[in-house]
């Protein structure tokens, strides 16, 4: 039996007995995503993912991105991350130990993790080990001793009603996270139940895991294999494949001594006919390596788990595991790249494909190469809404690929990655810096080699002690360090997404900072790796905007304890103002209300509905936004609770980066000029689903706590500018 079906049966079975054949599956959580890693091409509607991170509020690169806290309650409780409502936190990346003890807040019950170098941080452990370990094993958590400069925890950590995450120190203490939240009522492998330090992941998962770089590939599937002739110039077919099916498996394989060479060749795969290839890359970097140069004779560059590039004395072998789905043809091409290569073999798997073609999605990796940056404005690595000819895509985002220095320079990871959603002017993830987001810290150690199951850095030339890195690790006296030649300049990173995996419903722009404020001048290559339907799961439905009378009266808007509006002349959180005296981002204008009370209004949503994303565009000036939510029919009767909206921090935030290792927490107080924001509600399924339109009520309820103990409280109150309703609908199945 394929493997995907025996996955979905178990997930199924303890879910829904009696499930349809053709309805979806429950979107696979926590370590089930690893589990059913098979379901990576699979739709996940109803499902939201977001990053936040200690990035510096006001765009530039102040501490490398560390120590921005939401709030303090004390000095040993700094706060990073504070959500209120049912997720799971899939990932949290710390630099060293940085901040540790780290207190996880999980349901009101405050447990406290760290690592073996937190007792002594002056003198590390080099052998660290995250404490408690059980809940924390290898290969699904590193330290910093494997990784090279950062921790990273992929342990699942559920909570049913809230979570906080705050730092005992503030020295260098850099980190992102990665949560998911999801609307009620969307059917899940299980349910989501508080952690405690009791959970331990299940052996099968680190096991799976542990096979990263092996052959992971379902047994039983067809194989299809052959050598080819790549020309210098022009491309070779090397398969067509026909029917409805899944590629399990495509790999190839190349004599040693024409790695150099076949880096540069380009993969170009087209689905069902497609008037353009969904895949066209150099092959190297989409195996996640940005060349095939292997000074070290390492057996392996890349050891990742959907990808791997594995050497033996005389052939490089580059596999891929990505589920790949096509519904009616498949073609897989080479295209040279300036020199003909014999002697290139390949083979394909498949298996059979069972899943209806609308709950699926195409594997997608789209390549840009930039030499040459544009000064003060993120580089874009992906717009979904300039792809194969679609504006609107349904599916996920999986990883990126990327080469960030053809000269050997890492000062261009101090870029932050900034991710948006479904025409979301906020990013849902922000992230601290491009070797964060590569699953390294300090520049992986001055450019040591990495290759972790979803993160890594495999290639590159080490940094030499005449170049030291600001807050980095300094230099020992007897280190010898690479003499770089023009292949070992080539820096390259990667960064993989599975239970992180971050879906969307109608776009996906994904930008990378080059450089700490958009100043770098290196020549970037990347690849994006997103899964997408050319139909969305996500329409706009209605939308309402505060302060036009027009739009007020049409929605039934009311608010009696609402101000008069009021202008607003801010921005969204994009980068960097300015640049070399050259404004960026000018400031824009809107108009907006407060209440200290209660607002309601009606919304139009589709009937057909899987739930409903209500987007609100805020004024961030305003601290802690918290309001309980009730939602009625049309009719506005029979209100009923549909949660909590709140929006932790504000556009002023507290800065602690001691000099010293062990020093004191400070209490800078920093606002920036960002106060335009979008925050997303999610509204339970059995609220929605049936109705053409919905009744929502909003009642501030204040959270008066100072941004430090004795900081004044300040004005609390519930901003409203614009409100937008979007309605998780089933996507169409492609033509």
Known sequence: MPTRLLLSLSICFCVAIGHAADAPHPIPVGLDAYRSWDQWDEQKIGMRAYMRSTYDRRGGNEGADASHFLYQLADDFNVTLDLEGSGILLFSRYNHWHGSPWHY????????????????????????????????????????????????????????????????????????????????????????????????????????????GTDIAPSGAKEA???????????????????????????????????????????????????????????ALFYGAGTLYNPDNQE????????????????????????????????????????????????????????????????????????HPTPGEDMVLLDTRESEGAKEWSGSFVGTSFIFSHDGQLRTLEGDPRFFFDDSLTPQAQGTGTEEWGGGGDYWGRGLHMSLAFAGHPVGARTPCSAPIPGGPGCDANEQTVSANEQDKIESAYRFLLADLMPFGKNAVIHLEHGGTNESTEHYETIAYWYGLPSPSLVETDQLQIGDAQAEHAHRYSSPEASAPYVISSRYEWGVDTLNGKVIYPEQEDHGRTTKGTSEFRLRIRPDNLGVLLRRKLDYSFADQRAEVDIADASKTNWKPAGVWYLAGSNTCVYSNPKQELGATEHNVETSNRRFRDDEFLVPRGLTQGRKAIWVRIKFTPVNRPLFPGYPVGERAWSEIKYSAYSFITPKAPK
């Not at 050598?227 to 026909?242: E, F, M, R």
């Open 105 to 212: 807040v999980v349901d009101g019950k405050d447990y406290i993790v760290q690592e073996t170098s937190t007792a002594d941080p002056l003198h590390p452990n080099p052998g660290s080990t995250f404490l408690p370990l059980a809940p924390f094993p290898s290969p699904l958590n590193e330290t910093w001793a494997t990784t090279k400069g950062a921790d990273l925890i992929w342990s699942p950590i559920p909570f049913e009603r809230s979570f906080q995450m705050a730092y005992t120190r503030t020295r260098y203490g850099t980190g992102y996270y990665i949560y998911d939240q999801f609307v009620p009522g969307t059917p899940l492998s299980h349910p989501i139940q508080s952690w405690n330090k009791s959970v331990v992941p299940d052996q099968d998962v680190l096991d799976l895991i542990s096979k990263a």
């Open 225 to 283: 294999k052959g050598k080819i002739s790549v020309p210098a110039a022009g491309a070779v077919t090397a398969v067509a494949l026909k029917g409805r099916e899944t590629i399990r498996t495509l790999t190839f394989s190349i004599p040693r001594d024409q790695a150099l060479v076949f880096k540069d060749v380009r993969l170009r795969v087209t689905w069902d006919g497609r008037q353009q290839p969904s895949i066209d890359v150099p092959i």
């Open 300 to 371: 392996y560059l890349v050891k990742a788990f959907p990808a791997s590039i594995r050497f033996t004395n005389d052939r490089v072998y580059l596999a891929c595991y990505f589920p790949m789905p096509f519904f009616k043809s498949a073609r897989i091409e080479l295209a040279g790249a300036g020199q003909a290569i014999d002697g290139v073999e390949w083979a394909v798997r498949t298996l059979p494909l069972q899943t209806a073609a609308n709950q699926l999605a195409y594997f997608h990796a789209t390549y840009r190469d930039m030499p």
